[in-house]
């Protein structure tokens, strides 16, 4: 016999026959099942079943085919973009804070440089008077004692008889260790207080040939304007000539007239004392800017120190051919209302000379310069206007 177990067939049990299903069918351990009524009168017939479709048909294909649609996304330039726009913000915003904020930045300095000049007047000494006793208080002052009596001389002969000496000028403020700008801000203070032609007389430049001179100008031979504000502006140097100019915009409260302002000019050449540049003056604030354009005349043309604006276009109505001019604004002022207006033609070299980045005549740009001017009747008679001849330096320089 082997030595492994040998299986033993089993034999297999008959399975008991199934009954015919009836109205019950018992179950072997369970409940007995009420199975599914069917084809009962009461039951509607159900229809037919459809179908069913796939997308592989033919009708269920669409007619068109999909669009896909797809996101835009944000693009290296806009990547870019926005750092270097917030970083452009931020940068402007400091500059904005520094510029109005720090006490030493330039929007401090520009308020302080035009803010009105208050020159505090000069102290005056106290006089102390000594104690005075009774006794001297009674005793009468002594009497004056009498002149020394100058012997009699002879009358010198024609020959020896010399004419007067002139009136000495009266000298420049003292330098007590002052700036520059402090000696001509109180030079100026000093031209506009002055009451007579004799006591402005060396301090404007050129100077005056003698004191008679001045005083046949009637806006120097006597007291100005009361002076309402004093705008000092930024100095400018010129190494060339050994010059620098302070200008200031003086404010006067002329009656019937508001508040005129008027441009002004203070020089100092080299290390000599500042004076009033009297040119300008004379023709802003005298008036001789003012009666040359007054109304059409025939003079020869006219120099005068103003401030100009060129201005694109000419918009003024009874000017001949003004699609081929442009204007020049003549003011007494960098602020304020102009004096008059000049014309240019088109084609000329002032056009190129506004045109020019490197000049300092821009369009809408109020600087000084001296011009020379003339009534133009040739043209059109019917319509005369003042044109501009020549532009000779852009400022008032020397």
Known sequence: MPDYPVPVPVAKTPEPPLEEAGEETAAADGSKIRPEPRLMKERAVAGPIQARHST????????????????????????????????????????????????????????????????????????????????????????????????????????????????????????DGLSPAMIANELLEAFLRAKDARTRYGMVEPEAASISELEAMPLMNGPLWEVERISTELPQHHPDEQVTDYPYRVTFFIPNRK??????????????????????????????????????????PGTFHAVIEPVPGCHEAGIPNP??????????????????????????????????????????????????????LREDPEKPYLELIDINSLGWGP
């Open 259 to 300: 508040s005129v302002d008027f441009s002004m000019l203070v020089r100092q050449r080299g290390t000599q004392a500042p004076k009033v540049f009297l040119p300008a003056f004379l023709d802003l604030a005298g008036g001789r800017l003012h009666s040359f354009t007054r109304e059409p005349n025939a003079l020869d």
């Open 56 to 175: 592989n048909d033919e009708h269920m294909k669409r007619l068109e085919p999909i669009q896909t649609v797809r996101r835009r996304g944000s693009t290296r330039l806009m990547q870019a973009l926005v750092p270097a726009v917030f970083c452009a913000a931020a940068t402007t915003v400091s500059y904005l804070l520094l510029y109005f904020y720090l006490p030493s930045g330039p929007g401090k300095r520009l308020k302080e440089a035009t803010a009105p000049l208050v020159v505090p007047p000069p102290p005056t000494p106290e006089i102390v008077m000594a104690p005075v006793s009774p006794a001297q208080a009674d005793t009468p002052p002594p009497a004056p004692a009498p002149a020394p009596v100058q012997p009699a001389e002879m009358p010198a002969s024609p020959e020896a008889v010399q004419a007067p000496a002139p009136a000495p000028a009266p000298s420049a403020p003292a330098d």
């Open 323 to 376: 699609d081929r001019k442009f204007t020049l604004r003549l003011l007494p002022s960098s602020i304020g209302k102009e004096t008059s207006r000049a014309y240019v033609s088109t084609g000329s070299r002032f056009k190129k000379m506004v045109e020019d980045p490197a000049s300092s005549l821009r369009w809408g740009v109020r600087i000084r310069a001296t011009v020379t001017i003339q009534w133009n």
